[in-house]
């Protein structure tokens, strides 16, 4: 849906993170000039939603590799060295997307 709404499979550029706060991450996101933030899913478990970002991350890398603006493999970022979690849950999966043909910079 937020692809179609987006440009479609030849327009439509898009990245899959986690966060435990929409709002903030919503306005780096939108800053750097992405239209639309959709959440996914939410949980209180960290590692499902790692895992259910990771595996969309590398089946759109296999899939829609123009499109997927995703670099890393996903779960970074959000624990310690030591495994925990840095912030307490809830978590969100969400996706980011714009419309490439935009005369605006998409940031990654």
């Known amino acids: 849906r ?3 709404k987006h440009g479609g499979d030849q327009l439509a550029v898009f990245k899959v993170g986690i966060s435990q706060c929409l709002e903030r991450r919503a306005v780096f996101y939108f800053e750097a000039n992405f239209d ?3 959440c996914i899913h939410a ?3 960290l590692a499902q939603i790692e895992a259910l ?3 969309l991350i590398s089946f759109y890398q296999e899939t829609a590799h123009r499109q997927c603006r995703n670099v890393l493999p996903g779960g970074e970022g959000m624990r310690h060295k030591d495994g925990k979690p840095r912030n ?3 978590y969100f999966l ?3 997307a714009a419309n490439a043909s935009k005369n605006k910079r998409i940031g990654t």
């Open 53 to 55: 970002e990771a595996c």
């Open 88 to 90: 307490p849950p809830p």
């Open 36 to 38: 639309e933030m959709c």
């Open 2 to 4: 937020v692809r179609g």
């Open 43 to 45: 949980s209180n478990s």
């Open 94 to 96: 969400y996706v980011v």
